[in-house]
């Protein structure tokens, strides 16, 4: 059974579809990529199965489960986590507090907050904020204030990650660092899906990949037939080709 299933998923906002019709699968433990120019309903997407959204027409469906239409906050104890693709850390909270957070949320029964503490020193750690967990967030580098909203998602425990735009902003070494982390966070078993306009990065971690334009589903297929996808050239790669990224 799919960790994730959406079927004919669908999102007006007044006239304008931003999400159209979609179909989807995502099997446990794997990471798929979702792309598109911008515009193209990826985000709204993430909100939908976030639930900060409901589709209509549309169901989702977590393990088999129906979640259309559930409050965000129990889609979140039902282990689905995200970041976004601003930032949105708590700016004047200390690091390792924006993690304490998360731990707090996601803390299972007869957990203390001394345990609370000491697991979000350790995520700290795992996305390599150690040296930095007594520092405001507002006063991190980008690359670091996505780590930590990695750090506080993950603190909820979820199985499933959705990662908007992590590497957008990031200098070359930090796209390669944030790739790493990906790809340690899949190792732990969570399944991810990650939308990203950094192709490397989504060639290099995923194993399929979702194309979205106008908010319909174009393509879906390993990286390999994406990239060499007539259709996702002229609608998407082609277009980036000449923007130089
Ligand atoms: N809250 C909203 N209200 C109205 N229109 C929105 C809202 N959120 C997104 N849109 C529109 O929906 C479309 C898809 O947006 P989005 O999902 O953010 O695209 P992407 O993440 O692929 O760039 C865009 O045309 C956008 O302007
Ligand atoms: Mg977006």
């Given at each position: 059974m799919p960790i994730l299933e959406g079927k004919g998923v669908t999102k007006y906002f007044g006239g304008l579809v931003a999400v159209s019709n979609v179909d989807f699968k995502v099997e446990q433990g794997e990471a798929l990529g979702l792309i598109g120019p911008n515009g193209a309903g990826k985000t709204t997407l993430f909100n939908l199965i976030s639930a900060a959204l409901v589709p209509k027409p549309g169901t989702i469906r977590f393990k088999g489960e129906n979640i259309t239409g559930l409050k965000p906050y129990k889609i979140c104890r039902m282990v689905v986590a995200r970041t976004f693709q601003l930032v949105k850390v708590f700016a004047d909270m200390p690091a390792l507090s924006n993690v304490i957070l998360g731990s707090y949320f996601g803390m299972s029964p007869g957990m203390s907050s001394k345990d609370a503490v000491r697991e979000a020193t350790e995520l700290l750690e795992f996305v390599g904020l150690s040296a930095v967990k007594g520092t405001p967030a507002k006063d991190l580098t980008l690359a670091n204030q996505k780590r930590l909203e990695v750090a506080r998602a993950l603190a909820t425990n979820p199985e499933l990650l959705l990662l908007d735009e992590?590497?957008?902003?990031?200098n070359p070494t930090e796209v390669g660092q944030a790739m790493e982390l990906v790809t340690r966070i899949r190792d732990k078993g969570i399944t991810i899906i990650m939308i990203e306009h950094v192709m490397k990065a989504i060639m290099n971690v995923c194993e399929r990949i979702i194309v979205l334009h106008h908010g319909a589903k174009i393509a879906e297929g390993t990286p390999q037939e994406i990239v060499t996808s007539k259709k996702v050239i002229e609608v998407y790669l082609g277009e980036k080709a000449h923007a130089g990224s």
């Open positions: 992590m590497m957008a902003g990031l």
